[in-house]
């Protein structure tokens, strides 16, 4: 089983749109979680931390299951400039400090 | 804002070939790390680096691979004899002691082996 697995896409969504990604994890003991975004051969760029309790930023909301080892993105009234691939990412407990492990990433394109 | 730097930003080179990839990280972050991401595929860990030396490194990281901090600033990938698969972008990146929200990537590099 792949240590994080997302949805590749690409969800195709028009401008306004509401959409939703979802990503598993296999190491029950990971300590934290986050969704990055990374533009097209661009460095990936932290977009929010995931917590227990859910969190908000705007138009984007993450919530994560612990039980279920289940992370998703809601992203409400989608902009051109959302359009990117979203990466969940994954800190797993290990001697290496804070290595992250990817998810292969979904492909988000919104269109007008 | 402070930023990682890369340099190069491309780099392209002989098969067998030694390559040095070059990172400046924020100037008080204490963790440093290199990922590579082939293209088309998700990006992965190589290695960490804390007190000047290897926390912890990956499968891909193997001999060929080195790193070091040379000056208290550089932190350098090394790949001793480059092979057809390393062709990827490769990125550094630093981080406080505050946990890995504040660890931040550079631009990458990007490599092609010929």
């Known amino acids: ?112 | 804002e402070p930023e990682v730097t890369q340099t190069p930003s491309h780099q392209v080179t002989q098969m067998g070939q030694e390559v040095i990839l070059r990172c400046v990280p924020i100037s008080n972050h204490l963790y440093f790390y290199w990922y590579r991401q082939i293209l088309g595929q998700k990006v992965e860990f190589l290695v960490s680096f804390y007190n000047n030396e290897i926390s912890e490194k990956s499968e891909i990281f193997d001999d060929q691979f080195s790193v070091e901090r040379p000056d208290g600033s550089n932190f350098t990938l090394k790949i001793r004899s480059t092979k057809l698969e390393d062709s990827a972008m490769y990125f550094c990146a630093s981080e406080t002691s505050k946990g890995p929200e504040t660890q931040y990537f550079g631009p990458g590099t990007r490599l092609l082996v010929l």
């Open chain 1, 1 to 112: 089983r792949k240590e994080v697995e997302q949805d590749p896409g690409p969800f195709n969504v028009p401008e306004g749109a509401t959409v939703a990604f979802n990503c598993t994890y296999s190491n029950s003991a990971s300590q934290s979680f986050f969704w990055y975004r990374q533009d097209c051969r661009k460095e990936p760029k932290l977009l929010m931390s995931v917590y227990s309790s859910g969190n908000e930023d705007g138009r984007f909301t993450a919530q994560l299951n612990r039980a279920s080892q289940y992370i998703s993105l809601l992203i409400r009234d989608s902009k051109l400039s959302d359009s990117a691939t979203y990466l969940c990412v994954v800190n797993p407990i290990s001697g290496g400090y804070n290595k992250l492990i990817f998810g292969a990433g979904t492909r988000l394109a919104v269109h007008p």
